[in-house]
């Protein structure tokens, strides 16, 4: 419903049926911060590596920058339809981001794979520790951590399999 106060300003009031709670709103707010990281490292990346295999690591990391951008995209407008602001201005990821950073100049291949899957994995790590509060929450927003979690995990295990060595590479914990 919108009453004009005066010819310029009015005001507006909506009766939405649900709102995010302070917890659902910190916990995709954590969501957002990690993809849009994602995102950056992942152009770090893309523009930083050198070495054996260098151009299919390089198409890679631009289909993991698409996919985190979209999901950030993604989760941002969620919040916004549960009246919640989202935040990822530069400096607002820099301080909240749960990912590790990743490192200045040219990183070799290998080691972009190692780290890139390292980020992911934090990604993946973030939407698992979210999901149950989420989903007790609201379900539909549940469904959204299951696409992230089920593309991200899938993008890992493809980049991952470039360090891999055929039926003597164990996947580690990587702190995750």
Do not use: C
Not at 40 to 62: C, E
Not at 63 to 91: C, H, S, W
Not at 156 to 174: G, H
Request: glycine share 4%; no cysteine; aromatic share 4%.
């Amino acid at each position: 419903m919108t009453e004009t106060i005066d010819r310029h300003q009015t005001v507006h009031s909506s009766h939405p049926a649900f709102r995010a709670s302070q917890q659902l709103a910190a916990h995709l707010q954590q969501q957002l911060v990690d993809l849009t990281d994602l995102h950056i490292q992942g152009k770090q990346a893309h523009w930083n590596v050198v070495g054996k295999n260098f151009r299919d690591l390089h198409l890679q990391l631009d289909e993991i920058v698409d996919a985190a951008r979209e999901f950030g995209d993604a989760v941002a407008e969620r919040m916004r339809a549960l009246y919640v602001t989202p935040d990822a201005r530069a400096a607002t990821v820099a301080h909240q981001s749960s990912l590790p950073a990743f490192p200045a100049g040219e990183v070799d291949t290998a080691d972009t794979v190692d780290l890139i899957v390292g980020a992911m994995y934090g990604v993946a790590a973030t939407s698992r520790r979210i999901h149950d509060d989420v989903d007790a929450e609201d379900p539909t927003t549940a469904d959204l951590l299951h696409t992230i979690i089920e593309r991200i995990e899938q993008l890992a295990w493809m980049v991952d399999a470039e360090n891999r060595v055929a039926n003597r590479s164990i996947p580690e914990n990587l702190g995750v």
